[in-house]
Structures are given as C-alpha cells and as structure tokens.
T-cell receptor, first 112, second 112 residues
Framework: SQTIHQWPATLVQPVGSPLSLECTVE??????LYWYRQAAGRGLQLLFY??????ISSEVPQNLSASRPQDRQFILSSKKLLLSDSGFYLC???????????FGDGTRLSIL | KQEVTQIPAALSVPEGENLVLNCSFT??????LQWFRQDPGKGLTSLLL?????REQTSGRLNASLDKSSGRSTLYIAASQPGDSATYLC???????????FGQGTTLQVKP
C-alpha cells in the first residue's frame, strides 16, 4: 500500500534562517506531488505541484522554492525565512487526476 | 475562477443525529470533487472522491452526492458519533491543471 512520510512534525526557526522540509511517498511511481500551506483560520493554499522529476509549478510568488530530485521525493525550501512563512505545511500526492489526493501529517512551522 | 464555499462554518449536534454538510462551487465544469476530514493539528484524510460523471459515492456511514448543474455537493453522515468530530473540507478539481480548490471547511462537533 502507498504511504506518505513528511518530516519534521514541528519546527521552530528564527527569521532569516534557511528551511528544508522533506516529503517522500512509498508504494507508487511517478505520482503527482503537492505542497500546501494552511495558515491559522484560513484554507489550504497550494504552493507548488509537480507531475514529474524536475518539473515544478509554482502557484504563489514567495520566498519559498520546491524541488523534486527523485521520483517520490518532494522538498520545500527557503534561503531566508520570513515571519509570514509561519504555518502548517502539508505534502500530498495522487497517482492521477481521477484518483484521490492523499496528505501527509504536516509540519507545524513557527518563525521567531 | 473557481470558488468553493462550505456552509455552515461550524455545526454542533447531539450524538446519533443524521447530518448534512454542504459544499458549493461556482464553475460547474469540474473534473471531480473530494471530501476530506481533518482532525486538529493533523493532515487531511480522504473520505470520498466523486467523479464528474457520478451522482454519489458511499463509504460506511458517509454518503456524498454531486449535482454539477447546480454547483453543489453534500456530505451526509448517518448516526453521528463523537468520533466524527473534526473539520470537513471539500475540494474541487477543475480547469486544465488538476489543482484542487478547497473550501474553508465545516467544523463539526458531535456531543455525547
């Protein structure tokens, strides 16, 4: 069966520090991969999605970036975090457009 | 531009009641619609996926319906239990990119 792993579960970082969040999916190949942010009291905002290795689409201009170095690995990064980057970051995958999207457990990011 | 609305934002019911959660969308040209459950501080759990050609899907005590022409979906929960307490989100896949557009969610509390 397919599983998704996302880490770390919580992270506290100072303003201006770098960020790297990792997500991996097991039990499938060439999944569509997604990064979302859920700010407190707000809905889910799609940040990036990828339909294949090295193929990244950005939805919102920001100081975050994403990479997909391997088929089932999706990384969210920043060179310098801002206070506004605080939030709950969720990775998700699906096998195809007619399949359900599945989410990881999320990373709670707090910027001090 | 697709917009998804969920009403009510919050709902409190006594245990055992049957209840209906509503989801509406502005553009009827959808590919599919998915219902999720989110427990506090957790990721999203996929409940039901309805393709655009389908009218409803059922899983246990859950039944989701889709009326594309009116831009509506409902999630019916039968014989509600305290364990059903969570936030329920609907998401619509529309357009050419396969992105999900999420509603703000309905927070359900089932009282024992």
């Amino acid at each position: 069966s397919q599983t998704i792993h996302q880490w770390p579960a919580t992270l506290v970082q100072p303003v201006g520090s770098p960020l790297s969040l990792e997500c991996t999916v097991e039990g499938t190949s060439n999944p569509n991969l997604y990064w979302y942010r859920q700010a407190a009291g707000r809905g889910l905002q799609l940040l990036f999605y990828s339909v294949g290795i090295g193929q990244i689409s950005s939805e919102v201009p920001q100081n975050l970036s994403a990479s997909r170095p391997q088929d089932r690995q999706f990384i969210l990064s920043s060179k310098k975090l801002l206070l506004s980057d605080s939030g709950f970051y969720l990775c998700a995958w699906r096998d195809g457009r007619d399949q359900p999207q599945h989410f990881g457990d999320g990373t709670r990011l707090s910027i001090l | 531009k697709q917009e998804v609305t969920q009403i009510p934002a919050a709902l409190s019911v006594p245990e055992g009641e049957n209840l209906v959660l509503n989801c509406s969308f502005t553009d009827s040209a959808i590919y599919n619609l998915q219902w999720f459950r989110q427990d506090p501080g957790k990721g999203l759990t996929s409940l039901l996926l309805i393709q655009s050609s389908q009218r409803e899907q059922t899983s246990g005590r859950l039944n989701a319906s889709l009326d594309k022409s009116s831009g509506r979906s409902t999630l019916y929960i039968a014989a509600s239990q305290p364990g059903d307490s969570a936030t329920y989100l609907c998401a619509v896949d529309s357009g050419n990119t396969g992105k999900l557009i999420f509603g703000q969610g309905t927070t359900l509390q089932v009282k024992p």
